[in-house]
Every structure is written in structure tokens, then in C-alpha cells.
């Protein structure tokens, strides 16, 4: 089945530093994967989409020059906060579709802890 | 605005029992729907998926979908206690790519 992989599961970082989390889809090509992030309690928000070869494209109220995301190539995306606040921490997780009306498939996800 | 609605909680049943978790949503546009499990701390897990009317069975789950009355149910019979955890309603809407997820329901079943 389709798996996807996410890397790191759970980072600790100070205010002010940069944070990279890197999504694979190991056994499928994905022109585009899904960034969501959740808050301890709430549902997935979806932040953005990330399109390969391709600008990524925002949800309303998520500030691109603070969540750069970069789709490289067919089975990699990446999302880096930068300038990390304690009010980014949060669950971070991507997702991919590995055909055009199949599932969301996600990866495991990456705690964000900003101190 | 596409909405995708479901109660929050907590639902407690006795094990062995049926579990029955109910999601409406706003558009009559949608196509594709879906049920997530998510224990604490982890990412989203499929359990099923529903395309058109009636129902759908997989193992102990069985999904329910009525487009008419816009709603998608999950019943999960013969509860255990691992089924515990928060169940995600996830619709996607005409040719968008992305899911609208509902709230998610927790569920928690009592051994």
C-alpha cells in the first residue's frame, strides 16, 4: 500500500530558529502532498498544498514567508518554519493521494515544540 | 462555506457493543467521503472509504452513506477497547484535491 514518511517525528527548536520537516512518498510519485497542523484537541487544518515543480499554494490566514514549502521533486516535499515561535508548536503532518480519487495517505507526523 | 460537521464527545460504549458515529456535511456538491482513526499523539489512519449511496462493510466496520440527507455514518461493531480513539469524517468536495475534515469524534470503549 501507499506509504508516506515524515521526518523528524518530533523536534525541539528555541525561538527564532529554523525547522525543516521533509515528507517522502516511498512507493508512489506524488505531484502534490498535503501540509496540515493540529492543535492538541482540534481537528486538521490544512495549511497548504504543495504542488511539484510549482509554487505551493496557502489556505487563508497562513503566512507563506513564515511556512516555506518546497516540492522538488515527485516524491519529496518540505515545510520549514522559520523563525519558529512558541505559538508554532504544534503537530505537523503531511499527505499524499496515491492515485487522482484514491485516500488521503498520511505521514506519521512531527511534534513541533518551540521553547 | 463547506462545512463538514460531527459531535464531538466523548461517546462511551460497553465492549462488544456497536459504536455508531454519525457526520453530516454542508454541500450537496461532494463526492468522496472518509473515515480516519486517530489515536492520541499519532497521525490519521483510513479505515474506510465511500463513494456512493448505501453501505459499505469492511470487517467489523460498516459505512453509511446517504447523500440525499448528507450524511456519512460509521458503525463499528463488537467494540474493543483498542478501538478507542478519535474518529475523523473527511470529505472531499466535486474535483478539489484536498480533504475538509470534520471535528473528529472520541470514542472510547469501556472493557
Known amino acids: 500500500g501507499a506509504v508516506v514518511s515524515q521526518h523528524p517525528s518530533r523536534v525541539i527548536c528555541k525561538s527564532g530558529t529554523s525547522v525543516k520537516i521533509e515528507c517522502r512518498s516511498l512507493?508512489?510519485?506524488?505531484?502534490?502532498m498535503f501540509w496540515y497542523r493540529q492543535f492538541p484537541k482540534q481537528s486538521l487544518m490544512l495549511m497548504a498544498t504543495?504542488?511539484?515543480?510549482?509554487?505551493?499554494?496557502?489556505e487563508q490566514g497562513v503566512e507563506k514567508d513564515k511556512f516555506l514549502i518546497n516540492h522538488a521533486s515527485l516524491t519529496l516535499s518540505t515545510l520549514t518554519v522559520t523563525s519558529a515561535h512558541p505559538e508554532d508548536s504544534s503537530f505537523y503532518i503531511c499527505?499524499?493521494?496515491?492515485?487522482?480519487?484514491?485516500?488521503?495517505?498520511f505521514g506519521n507526523g512531527t511534534r513541533l515544540t518551540v521553547t | 462555506q463547506k462545512e463538514v460537521e460531527q459531535n464531538s464527545g466523548p461517546l462511551s460504549v460497553p465492549e462488544g457493543a456497536i459504536a455508531s458515529l454519525n457526520c453530516t456535511y454542508s454541500?450537496?456538491?461532494?463526492?468522496?467521503f472518509f473515515w480516519y482513526r486517530q489515536y492520541s499523539g499519532k497521525s490519521p489512519e483510513l479505515i474506510m472509504s465511500?463513494?456512493?449511496?448505501g453501505d459499505k462493510e469492511d470487517g467489523r466496520f460498516t459505512a453509511q452513506l446517504n447523500k440525499a440527507s448528507q450524511y456519512v455514518s460509521l458503525l463499528i461493531r463488537d467494540s474493543q477497547p483498542s478501538d478507542s480513539a478519535t474518529y475523523l469524517c473527511?470529505?472531499?468536495?466535486?474535483?478539489?484535491?484536498?480533504?475538509?475534515f470534520g471535528s473528529g469524534t472520541q470514542l472510547t470503549v469501556l472493557p
Open positions: 473527511a470529505v472531499r468536495w466535486g474535483s478539489a484535491r484536498q480533504l475538509t
Open positions: 504543495s504542488n511539484e515543480g510549482s509554487k505551493a499554494t496557502y
Open positions: 454541500d450537496r456538491g461532494s463526492q468522496s
Open positions: 499527505s499524499a493521494y496515491m492515485a487522482s480519487d484514491s485516500p488521503l495517505h
Open positions: 465511500i463513494y456512493s449511496n
Open positions: 512507493d508512489f510519485q506524488a505531484t502534490t
